[in-house]
């Protein structure tokens, strides 16, 4: 998470977090990354003690979900070169490991999403298979939950995490990063709004369009399991 004096901004994996903390970190150079946890810097707002929360608006990256899917996919992707890292993860799940082969082929991606989505390989997701409401919402949504939601440990059934209350106060949208950005922080001078806009890369990945890689079942299908995302944020297909 990134935090300043005012904010405390928490990095959703895959929503372009580490574009908008580089970003922060122009328009805020007192803001500093810290981690609240051992597992890294993706922590959710459950586990941030409340004296570095308190008195702080909440920032929280969000994603188109269709987006998002194929965005996490072709990390995975780059991911299984990373040696013990990657070796753990594909014993889960031997039937994942030959899908992230290749961030550019469409096949591999259509079939991991549906075993993700559809087939229950959780094994692979196991904190997700443990939650009763693995089966009516997607693996996104269950991210949302563990990143933004502060009852997240004892959430488990569906009735619970639609009553959970969200500790985002406000929005960063990957779609929109600079344009978020800037209204978050509206009396930025004409060098850092002229830094803040310029392009940037971070953490990117190579894959398919989302109109090469989806299908029209693929495409129901997230809508049906990550609805409650779809509803909140009106997002569409592409």
Known sequence: MFVGKDYLFLMCPKTGCMDTMARLKIADPDGKFQRVSPEGKHNGIWCVPHKVQKNKTILGGIRNPWAWYLSHWAHFCYKQVRGAEWARLSRREPRMAPLFADSM???????????TLCDKARKFHPDYNRRGYSTQVGWYTHYYAQMYLR????????????HAECAVDYWIHTESIVKDLLMFFPRLSAEKINMVTKPAAHNTTKHPSIEAAYTEELVEIVRERD????????????
């Open 151 to 162: 009852e997240y440990p004892r959430i488990t059934a569906y009735a619970d995490l639609i």
């Open 105 to 115: 082929n469409v096949s591999n991606f259509r079939e991991w999403l549906h075993l």
């Open 227 to 238: 609805h409650l995302l779809i509803e909140k944020f009106k997002y569409e297909y592409r």
